[in-house]
């Protein structure tokens, strides 16, 4: 079995890389040697550009405008409220269920806005109402069923002696 054996280029000359590192070396860094002179000449515009990042967006570009958090957030409805105060008071998923059958209904305060307006409105909130109450349909036979398992567990233990 032969040792590997590597390739060594042979070069004429020292590697950019290599001459950078000798001038880097700590003896030439407490010599008194000026640094080398950068070359501008190499730096040109249509160079940089090609790699610089694209330019912000500034606030004065309101039609090309990255939309905020706000924007795409559901309207806060009665059925989300019921669901998120089921976990204290499990009676309100109930409430928050009865919601599917509830048809919605726009206040009086809407009276001066436009017929259209109030469609798109409603639209919106019965969207977000109907998630929120299958959540709450979902919580409460969820909680059911827990106390089906507890309360069969219990009986089936009673019945054959273990309790």
Known sequence: MSPPTFYVPDLAFP???ATRDAQRSPASSFSSKAPPPVELGRLSISSTTETLPPPYI???????AVPGYEDGQEVHTMARNLFLY???FPPFWLLGALILVIPLTPPESWAD?????VQSILAAMRVAERRWAWRCVMALASLILVILIIVGSLLLAHHFGRL
């Open 15 to 17: 590697t950019q890389a």
């Open 58 to 64: 500034r606030d004065h570009d309101e039609e090309i």
């Open 86 to 88: 089921g976990f204290m």
């Open 113 to 117: 806005k436009s017929q259209e307006q």
